[in-house]
């Protein structure tokens, strides 16, 4: 009953975001879209992916068949990988706004779209490919639903799908904090030469 109630919770609170982002502030700027990518990556772990889980391991096996299986376990996979992948692009936005202000717009360019794209197509892909192979290639048991694979697959696949873009969020993050750090000490120094110097061409008018 908990976790009905937190996946009942959390997909309630990630539809209500999206129905006020799109109703209310609008998704013409681009960290609005990833927002609501964001957003819906979350609604569908929420409606899907936990209630499922919550009946698998409240029963202790999978009782919906062999294809509904393989569906839910792409599903899950996709989905971490796309969430793991939206927190790159918004931290990257946010580095390149602090970094480069002139260069970083809110325009939702043709670029961004194809992004925004791949970090979706691309997880559901290779996860289709990875998880068919498996389950065709070794004993697979449909009542545990539980991939058996290779130790170098599991550690290849945690790192490019998780791995990897926790790293990119990490230096991305740490170094988005030295450039506004910086910034605010370039500000605070502008701000302090021009108090200086205001007294001075006070005094020569005078």
Known sequence: PLKISLAILSASMNLLSIVVLIRFVGVKKYSNLLFLSMGCVDLIIGIFSVPVMTIFTTRGYW??????????????????????????????????????????????????????????????????????????????????????????????????????????????NVTFFLSFSKSSVNSAANTEEKRRVEPQRSSQTI
């Open 63 to 172: 009782p919906f068949g062999y294809w509904s299986c393989i569906i839910w376990i792409i599903n899950d996979y996709s989905c971490c990988t796309i969430s793991v992948l939206n927190l790159v692009l918004v931290s990257s936005h946010r580095y390149f706004q602090v970094a480069r202000p002139y260069n970083s717009t809110e325009k939702i360019t043709k670029f961004r779209l194809f992004k925004l794209t791949c970090i979706w197509a691309i997880p559901y892909v290779s996860w289709t490919a990875s998880v068919l192979w498996i389950t065709h290639t070794s004993d697979f048991d449909t009542e545990s639903c539980y991939l058996m694979s290779s130790f170098t697959y599991i550690l290849a696949a945690d790192f490019f799908a998780y791995l990897l873009p926790i790293l990119a969020v990490c230096m991305f």
